[in-house]
T-cell receptor
Framework: QQPVQSPQAVILREGEDAVINCSSS?????VHWYRQKHGEAPVFLMI?????EQKGHEKISASFNEKKQQSSLYLTASQLSYSGTYFC?????????????FGQGTRLTINP | DGGITQSPKYLFRKEGQNVTLSCEQN?????MYWYRQDPGQGLRLIYY???????QKGDIAEGYSVSREKKESFPLTVTSAQKNPTAFYLC????FGTGDTEAFFGQGTRLTVV
């Protein structure tokens, strides 16, 4: 039931771009994206709802294709601060309950 | 300041013991969640709750139990039936029902079996 993320790890030089993908075998209500630094709590980046709207924050944006049950996170001109593990979370409504499950994560390393 | 607090930060358990991890939020959120994270792994859902006195099993509930007697509190008990409890445990909360519901995480409890 967990979404599947790809790739599992990415190593970039500062200024390069990256794409992280998230796919689910189940119909989705929404997709969340979070970043976690080592030993810390995940921090919210953005949420995408049904309707395919693309959202963005500075140089990080994401898209959600509900028909394909996929989402992608785009990091443009990466900065050192972007390093961390990125998780997508998929939300499903099951008998009125809100279930939020996460993928296995994508570790992003940005080198100077 | 509003937030979600987990305690303790570090916890050591002897084999065969039950331990309880605390999670408190003052965000007035209805939904609360418990996740387990193993080194280099993703977040796996243990239990979740939408309202007081109601909760559902997640994907890895065996060996764990929860209660939701108050809206702001969602403690997790790791029982002796959990064979491999060493992990990082994260609690989260969110507003329920609006659709645009960001989850807020606590700082986590690192549990080690000694």
């Amino acid at each position: 039931q967990q979404p599947v993320q790809s790739p599992q790890a990415v190593i970039l030089r500062e200024g390069e771009d990256a794409v992280i993908n998230c796919s689910s075998s189940k119909a989705l209500y929404s997709v969340h994206w979070y970043r976690q630094k080592h030993g810390e709590a995940p921090v919210f980046l953005m949420i995408l709802l049904k309707g395919g709207e693309q959202k963005g924050h500075e140089k990080i944006s994401a898209s959600f294709n509900e028909k394909k049950q996929q989402s992608s996170l785009y990091l443009t001109a990466s900065q050192l601060s972007y390093s961390g593990t990125y998780f997508c979370g998929t939300e499903r409504r099951i008998q009125g309950a809100q279930k939020l499950v996460f993928g296995q994560g994508t570790r992003l390393t940005i080198n100077p | 300041d509003g937030g979600i607090t987990q305690s303790p930060k570090y916890l050591f358990r002897k084999e065969g013991q039950n331990v309880t991890l605390s999670c408190e939020q003052n965000l007035n959120h209805d939904a609360m969640y418990w996740y387990r994270q193993d080194p280099g792994q993703g977040l796996r859902l243990i239990y979740y709750s939408q309202i007081v006195n109601d909760f559902q099993k997640g994907d890895i509930a065996e060996g764990y139990s929860v209660s939701r007697e108050k809206k702001e509190s969602f403690p997790l008990t790791v029982t002796s039936a959990q064979k491999n409890p060493t992990a990082f445990y994260l609690c989260a909360s969110s507003i329920f029902g609006t659709g645009d519901t960001e989850a807020f995480f606590g700082q986590g409890t690192r549990l080690t079996v000694v």
